[in-house]
């Protein structure tokens, strides 16, 4: 069915940057966007479903560049954590605890948050798992309605892991079945990446090496597909993480891409905390694309990247939120607020990152990291209608002057009132009209979750703190 959208502010961050108050979206019965813009050009409505917007905000549907799936039953267990004692400690050990219909139910549970607070579009960063596991991942987060990148782990055997089953040669061939068994599956809706780990913790741990790393991005050029990998985060520690990896190799892990000649534009770095002058002008060189995930990056302590800085040298600069075991929300509103705030307190100015920057950073620079960004990422005329109505009959929000000030810095996730994927509702007013028996995938996911943390001995960490601040 044609859909109509009046009576809306459309953000549309297209090329022109235009704002229509008082505007409207026309889609099409075959999901794409036949028109938009302002009041008095809108196409006849016959034959269409109308949606009164009552002049709430509708923009592009959000796109996480960064998310663990698998990682929703594990919420609300690791403060105090820094990263690298949360990676060995916390994530390794719970995942060995978690089956496959645990990794089912928090794949759902994340579709629904996410498209609960305006995310139509995620890049599944998966850890290794059997392959069913996989093809669940893609399928389940097509049912929910939710558009999909699964980013799938390429390992093999390493000088550290001497008993891997697969070569380079073994994993190139199996993993490259895998990703053309995803690409385009799904009606379209999921499409394939790699993850090719080489940072710090990953390469201590020995699942990494330069054979791993120059198989990797051959089988990603050959398949035409984005590399995953985190970058450059962590604790700056003399004994761990970052810090301890650039003292005994000499090199950042941007200067380790380099020097094997791989780092191009299919790469999507993580983290990237950081990052020195150095690094940022040769991102910028090769066009590789960076992902910030602030709440994460502070919930760790991990420090404040230099986000104004790479965006001042012309890098494509995205936004994610990572696992919800590691900062807790999946919130992409919650993360373009935070941008602006956190780089404002890095560089002592308000706009060190504007709320402009970092709404593109959320969708159209997000689009076009992934090579998406003529089918996603903006609102126009032969795109996808993947789009988001936040309402605005909100206290919060009932005094609007900038709208795209107001949309980052005041509107909520949970102000979603409707959300869109390929022209299909996923989420409306509190329903999730492709998800059967949500109310059971919540109470699911609880009870899964509590076996888990028993399993794994982390009931302690569930246990309520309340520190004293005596000396």
Same mark, same amino acid.
């Given at each position: 069915?044609?859909?109509? *959208?009046?009576? %809306?502010?459309?953000?549309?961050?297209?090329?022109?940057?235009?704002?229509?108050?008082?505007?409207?979206?026309?889609?099409?019965?075959?999901?794409?966007?036949?028109?938009? #813009?302002?009041? #008095?050009?809108?196409?006849?409505?016959?034959?269409?479903?109308?949606?009164?917007?009552?002049?709430?905000?509708?923009?592009?549907?959000?796109?996480?560049?960064?998310?663990?799936?698998?990682?929703?039953?594990?919420?609300?267990?690791?403060?105090?954590?820094?990263?690298?004692?949360?990676?060995?400690?916390?994530?390794?050990?719970?995942?060995?605890?978690? #089956?496959?219909?645990? *990794?089912?139910?928090?794949?759902?549970?994340? %579709?629904?948050?996410?498209?609960?607070?305006?995310?139509?579009?995620?890049?599944?960063?998966?850890?290794?798992?059997?392959?069913?596991?996989?093809?669940?991942?893609?399928?389940?987060?097509?049912?929910?309605?939710?558009?999909?990148?699964?980013?799938?782990?390429?390992?093999?055997?390493?000088?550290?892991?001497?008993?891997?089953?697969?070569?380079?040669?073994?994993?190139?061939?199996?993993?490259?079945?895998?990703?053309?068994?995803?690409?385009?599956?799904? #009606?379209?809706?999921?499409?394939?990446?790699?993850?090719?780990?080489?940072?710090?913790?990953?390469?201590?741990?020995?699942?990494?090496?330069?054979?791993?790393?120059?198989?990797?991005?051959?089988?990603?050029?050959?398949?035409?597909?984005?590399?995953?990998?985190?970058?450059?985060?962590?604790?700056?520690?003399?004994?761990?993480?970052?810090?301890?990896?650039?003292?005994?190799?000499?090199?950042?892990?941007?200067?380790?891409?380099?020097? /094997?000649?791989? /780092?191009?534009?299919?790469?999507?770095?993580?983290?990237?905390?950081?990052? +020195?002058?150095?690094? *940022?002008?040769?991102?910028?060189?090769?066009?590789?694309?960076?992902?910030?995930?602030?709440?994460?990056?502070?919930?760790?302590?991990?420090?404040?990247?230099?986000?104004?800085?790479?965006?001042?040298?012309?890098?494509?600069?995205?936004?994610?939120?990572?696992?919800?075991?590691?900062?807790?929300?999946?919130?992409?509103?919650?993360?373009?607020?935070?941008?602006?705030?956190?780089?404002?307190?890095?560089?002592?100015?308000?706009?060190?990152?504007?709320?402009?920057?970092?709404?593109?950073?959320?969708?159209? +620079? %997000?689009?076009?990291?992934?090579?998406?960004?003529?089918?996603?990422?903006?609102?126009?005329?032969?795109?996808?209608?993947?789009?988001?109505?936040?309402?605005?009959?909100?206290?919060?929000?009932?005094?609007?002057?900038?709208?795209?000030?107001?949309?980052?810095?005041?509107?909520?996730?949970?102000?979603?009132?409707?959300?869109?994927?390929?022209?299909?509702?996923?989420?409306?007013?509190?329903?999730?009209?492709?998800?059967?028996?949500?109310?059971?995938?919540?109470?699911?996911?609880?009870?899964?979750?509590?076996? *888990?943390?028993?399993?794994?001995?982390?009931?302690?960490?569930?246990?309520?703190?309340?520190?004293?601040?005596?000396?």
């Amino acid at each position: 069915m044609r859909t109509l *959208i009046k009576n %809306a502010c459309v953000i549309t961050v297209n090329p022109r940057h235009d704002v229509y108050e008082g505007g409207y979206v026309a889609i099409g019965d075959d999901g794409l966007i036949e028109a938009v #813009g302002p009041a #008095g050009t809108e196409p006849a409505a016959e034959g269409a479903r109308v949606v009164d917007a009552r002049g709430g905000f509708v923009s592009p549907g959000l796109i996480n560049l960064h998310q663990h799936l698998h990682m929703n039953l594990l919420k609300g267990l690791a403060d105090g954590m820094l990263l690298e004692p949360w990676v060995f400690n916390f994530s390794a050990k719970s995942r060995k605890f978690m #089956g496959r219909d645990d *990794i089912q139910t928090s794949f759902t549970l994340a %579709a629904m948050e996410m498209l609960r607070t305006g995310t139509t579009c995620v890049l599944n960063h998966q850890s290794t798992f059997d392959w069913p596991v996989h093809q669940d991942a893609a399928a389940l987060l097509a049912q929910a309605g939710l558009r999909q990148t699964l980013a799938v782990s390429f390992q093999c055997r390493t000088p550290k892991m001497p008993d891997h089953p697969w070569s380079a040669a073994d994993a190139t061939r199996h993993i490259g079945a895998l990703v053309d068994s995803l690409q385009g599956a799904n #009606g379209g809706m999921t499409r394939a990446a790699l993850v090719v780990e080489c940072n710090a913790h990953h390469t201590e741990a020995g699942r990494s090496s330069d054979e791993l790393v120059r198989a990797g991005h051959a089988l990603a050029r050959d398949r035409d597909v984005r590399i995953a990998v985190h970058m450059s985060g962590g604790t700056l520690s003399m004994h761990m993480g970052f810090t301890k990896y650039r003292r005994q190799t000499g090199r950042s892990d941007v200067g380790y891409l380099e020097g /094997l000649g791989v /780092l191009d534009d299919r790469w999507l770095l993580k983290h990237g905390i950081h990052f +020195n002058d150095d690094d *940022i002008a040769v991102v910028a060189r090769r066009g590789a694309s960076v992902v910030y995930t602030p709440t994460s990056e502070a919930i760790r302590g991990g420090g404040l990247g230099p986000w104004r800085t790479m965006l001042a040298a012309g890098v494509n600069c995205t936004l994610g939120t990572d696992g919800p075991a590691v900062d807790y929300s999946v919130d992409m509103v919650e993360q373009m607020k935070a941008c602006c705030y956190l780089q404002s307190v890095r560089y002592g100015d308000p706009l060190a990152v504007s709320p402009r920057q970092a709404l593109e950073m959320a969708t159209i +620079n %997000a689009a076009r990291a992934l090579g998406m960004e003529r089918s996603i990422g903006s609102l126009e005329p032969g795109k996808q209608a993947d789009l988001v109505l936040f309402t605005r009959d909100r206290p919060h929000l009932s005094m609007v002057h900038d709208p795209v000030t107001a949309l980052v810095r005041a509107t909520r996730g949970a102000d979603a009132q409707l959300v869109m994927v390929n022209g299909r509702v996923a989420y409306e007013e509190g329903n999730f009209p492709m998800v059967s028996h949500a109310d059971q995938v919540m109470a699911d996911a609880g009870t899964r979750a509590r076996a *888990i943390v028993k399993a794994a001995g982390f009931q302690l960490l569930a246990v309520p703190r309340w520190p004293s601040l005596a000396a």
